[in-house]
């Protein structure tokens, strides 16, 4: 496993959790970072995208203003800061290695997948 992501678990609508994402075996730090999500009977969406210096961040507009995502090079480690949370939100979240160093929304440039840890929100 190359990536490995943590944080998911159950919690009530409007609450907060915080996902981590991070690297083994290899160095994603030059690599743009990013979130997807796939929920129930759905396709895997993009959330967000981060760039290799954090310099740049891109949001799915249904997560704008609620989710933030960061990252930690010298930890290897890509986080999602997901507030207000909703029922819509229930996934199962992805991090995902660009092929690039900027950040992509875009599954096809994805170099490395994680695996998935699931996030439900009650209602």
């Known amino acids: 496993v190359q990536l490995q992501a943590s944080g998911g678990g159950l919690v009530q609508t409007g609450g907060s959790l915080r996902l981590s994402c991070t690297a083994s075996k290899r160095t994603f730090r030059n690599n743009g970072m990013g979130w997807f999500r796939q929920a129930p009977g759905k396709e895997r969406e993009f959330v967000a995208t981060?760039?290799?210096?954090?310099?740049?961040?891109n949001y799915a507009e249904s997560v704008k203003g609620r989710f933030t995502i960061s990252r930690d090079n010298a930890k290897d480690t890509v986080y999602l800061q997901m507030n207000s949370l909703s029922p819509e939100d229930t996934a199962v979240y992805y991090c995902?290695?660009?092929?690039?160093?900027?950040?992509?929304?875009?599954?096809?440039?994805?170099?490395?997948w994680g695996q998935g840890t699931l996030v439900t929100v009650s209602s």
């Open positions: 981060i760039s290799w210096n954090g310099g740049s961040t």
């Open positions: 995902a290695a660009s092929r690039y160093a900027s950040g992509t929304s875009q599954a096809g440039n994805i170099a490395y």
